[in-house]
């Protein structure tokens, strides 16, 4: 293998590299195959581009369109016509685009593999390819070539998770360095040879030197001292990325942000990124959907809520005994959870949990608040962690309600608000907003009804102001959970009721085959609040007006109760449907996603999380493996065939000699080196003979007996012809023993060599 070679190979290291790296930034590994192909179909223009002697502005306006193109067919094939772009594909390509900036504002990695990112990718790497081999074999600018890949792969650190970070910057720092050594020697090999400057030396003999392996030990030294380095610096651990989610998990209406699952409990009124990730963290098995919560917050400063103090009782030593507020005409639910991706020490229960069997393995290892009555661990959750929990659910309906007239908490946190709160404009608003309620029942609903009016939105500007409350109540009016949360328990505070604001989870999608088990995902991450009733406890309400179908009015929000229900008031204000067409608040006749502040119409059917390029993708990708396959297979076939060609079609000896002759030096070409201009086979054959150790004796009597049959009047005899035959597939046989496996890969598969033998 010559240096170029090598070089490049060392650049496709690091361009491999740097595309693994992106594998924390995606939550599959479909995002490989495209980038790969666009990246190998972008080098490959410009490398047969700059053989052919293409000029530069022709080559950059081919691997731009064959770019475009490319893009088209995976991501809009639907919108081609006979192969080529239409103005609907483009636009489609640049509305996959304008998706992907909005959503990047909520997205944490791992994230899907959008159209938009992926699109991004494509093109970085294409570019990437590209730039790398101008840079190395045109321009012969090693550092520059590795530009891309640097600014590349720092972008996948930024916005990557953390897991596997190691071992990717270990193997992209290999990969740097291995290139450098590999293209710094292909650039000394391109200034010339070696002229010794000894007299006591050969000429063609280089010094011994040991610059080699100081360099080798100084990069090895380097890779080493940036790996380990950072286990000694006092931040190691936290996160040095923005979007990473993994110093902490975002929340909202949107998921998670860690790849560990941890979902952040912080509620507030200022708008703020949160997560979009559809990572199934857990399932649940029930009879009865639930809105499964984690923690419930108490104390508001104007801006955020808080949770009371944990003040947790050991369930094995009769925690729940002290539990507070259980409805006592509650029925017991009992529900069994499997945890996948979520994290955190709070375990997910419908409210209000009253039993852990004794029999589970975290039966001693749980506390219970009395107060609130939410679930924690010692330790932390893992993925596998099974546990079952009983909950006292009560289900009551509009009518029970309403006859409720005692709404005030024995503690003061559920009904105080801050001294800087504009407490009487807000009071003010709450009035006029309820003034037609006949009953304090009445007066909560029309609250929720009236926020149900506003506009869901998870990407309200994060405005800068004072009252945040009073802003989105009067100007915005539109946000995410944790905005309407806040309002209505705000604005039912200021009418004198006891408000808490609960967090955890929407209760998820049904499996079609089994409708007591229940998937949750990160996007199911909710907020709602609750109201307190003295004789049936917490009742949960939902003024958030998401329009995926997935957070409705309670069912007792008006006489009659619907039917099929969340069960239970305190554990899910919703209904949930149970039919496959509406297992995610799909509507009949409405196209899944339809109406979402932001919806990738780019999904098929075949399973959750499943983007229709990916299926234009794959039939691609068996295309180009069925051709690879193909070629892989014929070319070495073809090759073999043309020489016994030569030898069947040979009508006499003298075509047979040539025809053994030709064997060789085709075999010799690409195992050794060509044949120079005007060099005569014997000098051929001496020179082959030297740089492959073959026999020389036997390839200087091929070269003879061919020279005898192209030029000596009289020929060959047959036994000379049969002779060069035999010496021809010894030294063939010879030839390959002694040849690299670079070598005899471009003897099987050169299509030079293909031209060559036709």
């Known amino acids: 293998m010559g240096p170029e070679a090598r070089a490049r190979l060392g650049l496709a290291g690091l361009l491999l590299a740097t595309l693994a790296g992106f594998n924390r930034v995606f939550d599959a590994g479909g995002y490989f195959g495209p980038a790969l192909l666009g990246m190998a179909l972008g080098w490959a223009i410009l490398v047969a581009a700059r053989a052919r002697g293409v000029r530069g502005p022709v080559t950059a306006v081919v691997s731009a369109s064959a770019l475009l193109w490319y893009l088209t067919f995976v991501f809009e094939s639907p919108y081609m016509v006979y192969g080529f772009p239409t103005g609907r594909a483009l636009g489609g390509?640049?509305?996959?685009?304008?998706?992907?900036?909005?959503?990047?504002?909520?997205?944490?990695?791992?994230?899907?593999?959008?159209?938009?990112?992926?699109?991004?990718?494509?093109?970085?790497?294409?570019?990437?390819?590209?730039?790398?081999?101008?840079?190395?074999?045109?321009?012969?600018?090693?550092?520059?070539?590795?530009?891309?890949?640097m600014v590349l792969f720092a972008a996948a650190l930024v916005f990557g998770s953390r897991t596997g970070a190691f071992f990717f910057v270990a193997l992209w720092l290999g990969a740097l360095l291995t290139y450098w050594a590999l293209e710094s020697s292909y650039l000394l090999r391109s200034w010339g040879s070696w002229v010794s400057t000894w007299n006591d030396r050969p000429e063609d003999e280089p010094p011994s030197s040991i610059t080699g392996g100081i360099a080798r030990s100084m990069g090895a030294t380097c890779v080493v001292a940036a790996l380990v380095a950072p286990v000694l610096l006092p931040s190691f651990g936290?996160?040095?990325?923005?979007?990473?989610?993994?110093?902490?998990?975002?929340?909202?209406?949107?998921?998670?942000?860690?790849?560990?699952?941890?979902?952040?409990?912080?509620?507030?009124?200022?708008?703020?990124?949160?997560?979009?990730?559809?990572?199934?963290?857990?399932?649940?098995?029930s009879q009865v959907p639930s809105y499964w919560r984690l923690i419930t917050l108490a104390n508001f400063d104007g801006v955020s809520w808080q949770p009371l103090r944990f003040q947790g009782t050991d369930v094995d030593s009769g925690g729940f005994s002290e539990v507070a507020d259980v409805p006592s005409q509650g029925r017991r639910v009992a529900q069994t959870f499997t945890i996948q991706a979520l994290g955190g020490q709070l375990l997910p229960a419908a409210p209000q949990p009253v039993a852990i069997p004794g029999d589970e393995d975290i039966y001693d290892e749980t506390r219970v608040d009395p107060t609130s009555g939410y679930l924690q661990l010692y330790g932390n959750l893992g993925p596998g962690t099974t546990y079952s929990v009983v909950s006292s659910v009560l289900d009551v309906g509009y009518k029970e309600l309403r006859r409720e007239r005692a709404f005030s908490h024995?503690?003061?946190?559920?009904?105080?608000?801050?001294?800087?709160?504009?407490?009487?404009r807000i009071r003010r608003i709450a009035t006029n907003w309820t003034e037609d309620a006949d009953t304090p029942l009445d007066r909560l609903l029309a609250l929720q009804n009236r926020l149900r009016g506003f506009r869901y939105n998870l990407y309200v500007d994060d405005k800068a102001s004072s009252d945040y409350l009073t802003r989105f109540l009067t100007r915005t009016r539109e946000g995410y959970c944790q905005q309407f949360a806040t309002a209505y328990a705000v604005l039912a505070r200021t009418l004198g009721?006891?408000?808490?604001?609960?967090?955890?989870?929407?209760?998820?999608?049904?499996?079609?085959?089994?409708?007591?088990?229940?998937?949750?995902?990160?996007?199911?991450?909710?907020?709602?609040?609750?109201?307190?009733?003295?004789?049936?406890?917490?009742?949960?309400?939902?003024?958030?007006?998401?329009?995926?179908?997935?957070?409705?009015?309670?069912?007792?929000?008006?006489?009659?109760?619907?039917?099929?229900?969340?069960?239970?008031?305190?554990?899910?204000?919703?209904?949930?449907?149970?039919?496959?067409?509406?297992?995610?608040?799909?509507?009949?006749?409405?196209?899944?996603?339809?109406?979402?502040?932001?919806?990738?119409?780019?999904?098929?059917?075949?399973?959750?999380?499943?983007?229709?390029?990916?299926?234009?993708?794959?039939?691609?990708?068996?295309?180009?493996?069925?051709?690879?396959?193909?070629?892989?297979?014929?070319?070495?076939?073809?090759?073999?065939?043309?020489?016994?060609?030569?030898?069947?079609?040979?009508?006499?000896?003298?075509?047979?000699?040539?025809?053994?002759?030709?064997?060789?030096?085709?075999?010799?070409?690409?195992?050794?080196?060509?044949?120079?201009?005007?060099?005569?086979?014997?000098?051929?054959?001496?020179?082959?003979?030297?740089?492959?150790?073959?026999?020389?004796?036997?390839?200087?009597?091929?070269?003879?007996?061919?020279?005898?049959?192209?030029?000596?009047?009289?020929?060959?005899?047959?036994?000379?012809?049969?002779?060069?035959?035999?010496?021809?597939?010894?030294?063939?046989?010879?030839?390959?023993?002694?040849?690299?496996?670079?070598?005899?890969?471009?003897?099987?598969?050169?299509?030079?060599?293909?031209?060559?033998?036709?």
């Not at 079609?649 to 120079?676: I, K, Q, V, W």
């Open 410 to 424: 024995p503690l003061d946190d559920y009904s105080e608000l801050p001294p800087d709160l504009d407490v009487a």
């Open 238 to 285: 936290s996160s040095v990325s923005w979007r990473n989610g993994s110093g902490g998990a975002g929340f909202g209406d949107s998921g998670v942000a860690a790849s560990g699952g941890v979902i952040d409990h912080l509620v507030s009124m200022k708008p703020r990124l949160v997560a979009r990730n559809p990572v199934a963290l857990f399932t649940v098995r």
């Open 93 to 149: 390509l640049a509305l996959a685009l304008g998706r992907m900036g909005q959503q990047s504002r909520i997205d944490f990695a791992p994230v899907p593999v959008r159209p938009g990112y992926m699109i991004l990718v494509v093109i970085g790497m294409w570019g990437a390819a590209t730039l790398a081999e101008l840079a190395s074999f045109a321009w012969r600018r090693p550092l520059l070539a590795s530009l891309p890949c």
């Open 497 to 758: 009721f006891s408000t808490r604001v609960s967090v955890g989870f929407l209760p998820g999608a049904p499996s079609p085959s089994d409708p007591s088990q229940f998937t949750v995902l990160g996007t199911d991450a909710h907020a709602w609040p609750e109201v307190y009733f003295r004789d049936f406890g917490w009742i949960a309400f939902e003024p958030t007006p998401r329009d995926d179908g997935e957070a409705l009015p309670p069912a007792y929000s008006a006489p009659p109760a619907p039917a099929g229900g969340i069960a239970g008031l305190t554990g899910g204000p919703g209904q949930t449907p149970r039919n496959s067409a509406l297992a995610r608040g799909v509507a009949p006749g409405r196209r899944a996603g339809a109406g979402l502040s932001i919806s990738d119409q780019t999904t098929v059917a075949g399973g959750p999380g499943r983007f229709r390029w990916q299926q234009t993708f794959t039939r691609l990708a068996i295309v180009v493996l069925i051709v690879v396959t193909l070629f892989l297979v014929a070319v070495p076939l073809l090759k073999e065939a043309r020489v016994r060609r030569r030898y069947r079609t040979a009508s006499g000896p003298d075509e047979l000699a040539s025809a053994a002759f030709a064997e060789f030096e085709e075999e010799a070409t690409e195992l050794a080196t060509p044949r120079l201009h005007a060099e005569s086979a014997p000098a051929y054959a001496r020179r082959v003979a030297a740089r492959r150790s073959v026999s020389e004796p036997d390839a200087v009597k091929l070269a003879r007996i061919y020279e005898e049959a192209e030029y000596a009047l009289s020929g060959v005899q047959p036994g000379e012809a049969d002779e060069a035959k035999t010496l021809a597939r010894r030294l063939r046989s010879r030839l390959w023993a002694t040849s690299s496996w670079w070598n005899r890969a471009l003897r099987l598969f050169s299509v030079r060599g293909l031209r060559r033998a036709v």
